[in-house]
């Protein structure tokens, strides 16, 4: 698991390798990722938008962007944990992905990004 926190926004991130899958008639990687967002922070804040870009080893390279997260614009009050899956694929068995979340201080109504640190999309389990 890989974790960061960005102005008391801690997001922690989980993979995990589905198989394969046709694409376009090109056979892929099905990954999926798991999102933690924690409000550790003393203010509420709304999640507004995502931005990622994902990487595949064989030099593609895709960007996703849009307003909130699997159809949702969450808000988190202190301490507040808010968590989501989705997924990707990739042509090679190897990739990485990483982004921010543009959020909104509710009490100040000021706009911030939140770091998502990269994390690696791979078949095989990596031995530290």
């Known amino acids: ?11 922690s991130v989980k993979t995990k390798h589905n198989g394969i899958s ?28 995502r931005f990622w870009k994902i990487y595949d080893s064989l030099n593609k390279t895709e960007i996703v962007s849009g307003e909130g997260v699997v159809g949702q614009t969450p808000i988190l009050k202190p301490n ?27 009490d100040t109504f000021e706009q911030f990004k939140v770091i998502i640190p990269t994390f690696q999309l791979t078949t095989t389990t990596l031995s530290n």
């Open 80 to 106: 507040d944990v808010y968590t989501y899956s989705s997924g990707c694929l990739l042509e090679s068995n190897v990739g990485s992905m990483k982004g921010f979340y543009t959020m909104i201080n509710l």
């Open 1 to 11: 698991m890989v974790q960061q926190i960005t102005k008391g926004i801690k997001i």
């Open 22 to 49: 046709y694409r376009n008639n090109r056979l892929c990687h099905v990954f999926s990722y798991f999102i933690t967002i924690e409000n550790t922070s003393t203010e509420t804040v709304k999640l507004t938008d």
